[in-house]
């Protein structure tokens, strides 16, 4: 798979979020959305608030690595491969969860918000994670490191970030389907 078919397939989960994301909105009624399933997990609306904060915080790190590529003159050739550290993140964020993990303070979501503007703020989001996705087709992915922005002493490759940023709307959008379907049950 060549770089660019690398790019189309994280661009591809992209859109494939999106849309789960737009799913559940539609099907659930508005106080099932926000409801929490139980007081120790998040309700679906805080699900898709945490993945709104996540990309919030992403965004600048991968427009900045992108543009330190292109000054490094790292251009791209090939299909971009992920570095271990980012193979096995992925693999621990891929649902169903394994485990669950605590997250810090900046990422968990303040307030519980209607699920049209819930969705509105994540779709947003995503379509700027996508632009960044397709201005970064001329980098060399798999050189550039980025410091994640969950724990600052854990560096990956760029092409590992974006496969965990979608790996990480899928852990989310499971969980908040869970939230969900426990509540109708």
Excluded at 39 to 45: E, G, L, Y
Excluded at 152 to 178: D, G, M, P, T
């Amino acid at each position: 798979m060549a770089g660019s078919d690398a790019i189309e397939e994280v661009e591809r989960e992209l859109n494939d979020a999106t849309r789960r994301a737009w799913t559940l909105v539609h099907s659930t009624d508005g106080r099932l959305f926000t409801v929490r399933p139980n007081p120790s997990s998040w309700s679906a609306a805080e699900c898709i608030s945490h993945l709104s904060i996540s990309t919030e915080m992403f965004l600048p790190i991968l427009r900045s690595a992108i543009e330190d590529g292109r000054k490094r003159g790292l251009k791209a050739k090939g299909k971009p491969r992920m570095d271990l550290l980012g193979r096995v993140l992925r693999w621990f964020l891929e649902p169903p969860t394994r485990s669950r993990v605590r997250t810090t303070a900046p990422f968990v979501p303040r307030a519980v918000r209607a699920k049209a503007e819930a969705f509105g703020e994540f779709a947003n989001l995503q379509q700027k994670l996508g632009e960044i996705l397709q201005s970064a087709k001329d980098v060399d992915l798999g050189k550039i490191k980025i410091v994640s922005p969950f724990d600052k002493r854990v560096k990956y490759n760029l092409y590992s970030a974006f496969r965990i940023v979608v790996a990480h709307q899928r852990r989310h959008l499971w969980q908040a389907e869970q939230a969900v379907a426990a509540l109708r049950h």
